[in-house]
Nanobody, 123 residues
């Protein structure tokens, strides 16, 4: 079992930046792929970014490419999402997720999820 706890987010002005963090605990010795997803009410959970265990490979949704950066620190068991040039459409609850397989945009492939953290971008 892996427990994930997100932090960061809140209210940000359009064009601004914020950073989300996710702390993992429990069975962190396994080499999990980590990812960020987001969801707005009435819509399906949307892939944002994912990173391999080594950190050498990252993948992004087209909507955030060039603006968001995912990173991880395996010594501290954390994964972060740096969000720049924020837009109103980035407003959502952001979730951290962990999976034991290959990087994927499919949320059903992720076994562990955090409780989510709200990011609201004001225009």
């Amino acid at each position: 079992q892996v427990q994930l706890v997100e932090s960061g987010g809140g209210l940000v002005q359009a064009g601004g930046s914020t950073r989300l963090s996710c702390a993992a605990s429990g069975r962190t010795s396994s080499r999990y792929v980590m990812a960020w997803f987001r969801q707005v009410p009435g819509k399906e959970r949307e892939f944002v970014a994912t990173i391999t265990w080594s950190g050498r490979s990252t993948f992004y949704a087209d909507s955030v490419k060039g603006r968001f950066t995912i990173s991880r620190d395996n010594d501290k068991n954390t994964v972060s999402l740096q969000m720049n040039s924020l837009k109103a459409e980035d407003t959502a609850v952001y979730y951290c997720a962990a999976a034991a397989q290959m990087p994927t945009m499919d949320p059903s492939e992720y076994a562990y999820w955090g409780q989510g953290t709200q990011v609201t971008v004001s225009s």
